[in-house]
């Protein structure tokens, strides 16, 4: 019977350490962040159905342990990072991903020796086109989100991925773009971002599978001792 309990204990250590391990390797590889802000201008005439001071709202996930490539000036590219994102602009012009291999975050401590930058860009879409003289123009990028701060220099300490949400107050310039482009026409939607979160992690429903996969445990374990 001794055996049975010191076997029990050490099944129970094994299922806990490799349930647990699990989830915080599954919080390591995927950060989500919500990015709000306005509309505060245009390069263009404005279009349809695009106005000043309509709301921005974006949220993008990304692979936190994506290796970042050495880009000039200093700091580094991390290509493909975003895996998956989606903007609204007032309440009816939607967006999302279409490719993940067009995104990129850079993240640049002392860019060129002056500014410390923090960028995320998409630049292909599933958008609707908007209606110029021209004809229907689709979107070409969207700056999601890009932070500047100047001479010192303080916001960033690395060059790394930011795993938690920058601090607008470090920095100087928050904004965020989206431009239309076409061999004939070029059309920019100019905003500010006013804040950034991380969406938070499911806890609730990761403690329950746990419990459940704890329950099932349980029982095959009494079956065995008896």
Do not use: C
């Amino acid at each position: 019977m001794k055996n049975r309990t010191w076997i029990f204990g050490v099944l129970i250590a094994i299922v806990a350490n490799g349930v647990v391990g699990f989830f915080q390797e599954s919080r390591a590889e995927l950060i989500t962040f919500i990015v709000e802000g306005e509309v505060i201008g245009f390069d263009g005439p404005p279009q349809s159905p695009f106005e000043l001071g309509q709301s921005y709202s974006a949220t993008y996930t990304f692979e936190s342990e994506t290796v970042g490539t050495s880009i000039s000036g200093g700091g580094k590219d991390y290509g493909g990072a975003v895996i998956s994102s989606n903007f609204r602009i007032g309440s009816s012009y939607e967006g999302t991903l279409a490719d993940s291999a067009s995104t990129n975050i850079q993240v640049s401590d002392n860019w060129w020796g002056h500014t410390d930058v923090y960028t995320v860009t998409l630049n292909n879409m599933n958008a609707p086109p908007i209606q110029t003289t021209y004809g229907p123009v689709n979107p070409s990028k969207l700056t999601l989100i890009s932070l500047e701060d100047y001479l010192p220099p303080t916001a960033l300490s690395s060059d790394e991925l930011l795993l938690t949400p920058p601090t607008l107050s470090d920095f100087e310039n928050h904004f965020w773009n989206l431009e239309f482009e076409s061999e004939e026409s070029y059309h920019r939607i100019r905003g500010n971002v006013l804040s950034v979160s991380v969406v938070p992690e499911p806890i609730s429903s990761t403690l329950f599978i746990i419990g459940g996969g704890m329950l099932g445990f349980r029982r095959f374990i009494k079956k065995f001792m008896k």
